[in-house]
T-cell receptor
């Protein structure tokens, strides 16, 4: 299965600022997924990022708030823009399985907005 | 709409006991059902997964039971250990394990195994 390096692992940010989260995969993948996990909650899909096209956002998430870049098949970034305390969550990237493997997740970015 | 319902929300089990977590789904197009284990500060890690063509899959102390007609599946942890204390998520997707479709997660179960 793919190995994902995600950073930063945690950050404390001031409201109104933006944070960019990076995920690097050790193999080429067509799709990458970005999830949000609010405190004590399950994982909610934010968007699907395909290389060479705009990300597809789930209901309730918009590009202006969560812009995503996907410059190549091994890298993606998620930016949380104009942050408010309600954005305090763990953000995770994930890649789908290749043959014989399974969905893999990054270790997550724990964001606290103050 | 919550497409995968998980219960219980929290569970306390004595060491050596059996932990059972249940999930129910609505979308009959789902054909891949993984369970993830998450420790604090870590991303979810795959524990075990099943496809609907089998009714049970066992890996070590972990067993998935699958009931296609009832649209339910469950995770059984035999001989539960304190190291199993974590949050467990069931999930479902379409297109099989290699389909690349998004996972829909259950709400999670916080398991605590006491000595």
């Amino acid at each position: 299965s793919a190995v994902i390096s995600q950073k930063p692992s945690r950050d404390i940010c001031q409201r109104g600022t933006s944070l960019t989260i990076q995920c690097q995969v050790d193999s080429q993948v067509t799709m990458m997924f970005w999830y949000r996990q609010q405190p004590g909650q399950s994982l909610t899909l934010i968007a699907t990022a395909n290389q060479g096209s705009e990300a597809t956002y789930e209901s309730g998430f918009v590009i202006d708030k969560f812009p995503i870049s996907r410059p190549n098949l091994t890298f993606s970034t998620l930016t949380v823009s104009n942050m408010s305390p309600e954005d305090s969550s763990i953000y995770l990237c994930s890649v789908p399985p290749g043959t014989g493997s399974h969905y893999t997740f990054g270790s997550g970015t724990r964001l606290t907005v103050v | 709409q919550q497409q995968v319902k998980q219960s219980p929300q929290s569970l306390i089990v004595q060491k050596g006991g059996i932990s059972i977590i249940n999930c129910a789904y609505e979308n009959t197009a789902f054909d891949y059902f993984p369970w993830y284990q998450q420790f604090p500060g870590k991303g979810p890690a795959l524990l075990i997964a099943i496809r609907p063509d089998v009714s049970e899959k066992k890996e070590g102390r972990f067993t998935i039971s699958f009931n296609k007609s009832a649209k339910q599946f469950s995770l059984h942890i035999m001989d539960s250990q304190p190291g199993d204390s974590a949050t467990y998520f069931c999930a479902a997707s379409m297109g099989g394990a290699g389909g690349g479709n998004k996972l829909t997660f259950g709400t999670g179960t916080q398991l605590k195994v006491e000595l």
